[in-house]
Every structure is written in structure tokens, then in C-alpha cells.
């Protein structure tokens, strides 16, 4: 069967990598993990132009009543990162059928190399914010990735791990499937993902070809 991309990008931080269980270790609690996460997710967004990540994570976690050192701590902790149990396989695959892989990911150059190896699998294609000059959802770094891919552009899937990347990646008409790990809710209106599902599993056979649910003609 002919496969239905040559590439595919990933959001790492929540696509690929379950950074949500560092942020709660760091702030001391689940709730507020996802009160830190969350003010630190509502500020990037609104961000456009880079501004120093670290700076960014240590101002929700004071904004949340958190000390802005915890930015620190959190950056120091960046190896502990794991992926979700299944994303090593499933890039793997990939690899292993010829599917160029690469991130785009709102992070700095230095944590994002730190989480990236995290993955065990060579990236083609490596676009943080800080080398973009902006944070997603912004277009320019889903546009970078695209432009340094060895395929054409139109032959790339994104992976999100927010949906908040459909608002970005729709600018630069790049077809996106979300990976709502978390059950979340699609923002209003924010594009329609061609897919979407609570894990990774089923992915290689989307890219491959080979799932009956694939992308449409």
C-alpha cells in the first residue's frame, strides 16, 4: 500500500514525552503542576516573539504562588523526561520504514537537545522556539521544520500534543493529528485535526498506509 506521508513532525514536550508528571514533581503537588503548567501554557501562547524560556516558566510559577526558582529546578531535571510508554516503538517504526522525523517545540535550544535525546530515535528535523524566534502557534516554527525537511511539505503530518498547535499548524497547511493524551477539549475555534486519539499506537499505519482510517483522499 502507498504510504500516506514521508515525514512527520511531533510537538515534543506533550506529544512524545510526558513532561506533566516533571512539572507536578517540581511544584510539589499535581495540583499544582497543572496550575503552574497551565499559567505557563496561557502566557507562551500569547507570547509571539521568543522571549528566554526559563524566564517564561519561572513567571507562571510565581504568577501560581510558586518561586521563580522552580524554573531552575525544573530545567536541571530535564533528563529525568520520559516518553510515553509506547512512542519509542512508534518511532522506531517510523525510522525504520524511511519516515524523516523531527520536533518542533516551544522550549530553549539547550532543554529541548536534553529532551530530545530523551527519545532514542536520530531526528531529521530539530525547530525550538528560541531557534525560530517565536513560540508556537505561531507559524514561523512549523514553517522552519518544513522548509528544512528532505520531502515536500506536503508530504508531512504534524503530531500534536496540544491543540492549540492547530491554530499554527493550519497557517502553514500542514495536516495535524492530535494526540489528546489528556482528554481534553478542542478550543473554540481552533481548526479540525484529521485525527485524533489518546495515544500513539496506531500512528505507523496512519503514516504507512495501512490504516482503513487513514487520512482522506
Not at 150 to 162: D, E, I, K, T
Not at 175 to 197: D, F, S
Amino acid at each position: 500500500m502507498t504510504r500516506a506521508f514521508d515525514a512527520v513532525l511531533f510537538d515534543l514536550l506533550t506529544a512524545l514525552l510526558d513532561s506533566w508528571t516533571l512539572w507536578n514533581k517540581v511544584a510539589g503537588s499535581d495540583e499544582a503542576g497543572l496550575r503552574w503548567r497551565a499559567e505557563y501554557l496561557k502566557n507562551t501562547y500569547a507570547t509571539g516573539r521568543y522571549r528566554p524560556y526559563e524566564d517564561l516558566v519561572g513567571e507562571a510559577a510565581r504568577n501560581v504562588g510558586l518561586p521563580f526558582e522552580r524554573a531552575a529546578e525544573l530545567g536541571a531535571r530535564y533528563a529525568e523526561l520520559d516518553p510515553w510508554p509506547e512512542v519509542r516503538d512508534v518511532l522506531q517504526t517510523l525510522h525504520d520504514a524511511g519516515v524523516a522525523l523531527g520536533v518542533v517545540t516551544n522550549c530553549s535550544e539547550r532543554l529541548g537537545r536534553i529532551a530530545a535525546d530523551r527519545l532514542g530515535v536520530p531526528l531529521t528535523v530539530f525547530v525550538t522556539a528560541e531557534r525560530a524566534g517565536y513560540y508556537k502557534p505561531q507559524p514561523q516554527p512549523y514553517q522552519l521544520a518544513l522548509d528544512e525537511l528532505p520531502v515536500p511539505a506536503g508530504r508531512c503530518l504534524f503530531v500534536a500534543g496540544s491543540a492549540y498547535d492547530l491554530f499554527g499548524t493550519a497557517r502553514v497547511h500542514l495536516p495535524t493529528w492530535w494526540h489528546n493524551r489528556a482528554a481534553k477539549n478542542l478550543p473554540e475555534g481552533a481548526p479540525a485535526p484529521i485525527m485524533v486519539r489518546d495515544n500513539l499506537a496506531t500512528l505507523p499505519d496512519f503514516v504507512l498506509g495501512r490504516d482503513a482510517a487513514g487520512p482522506p483522499p
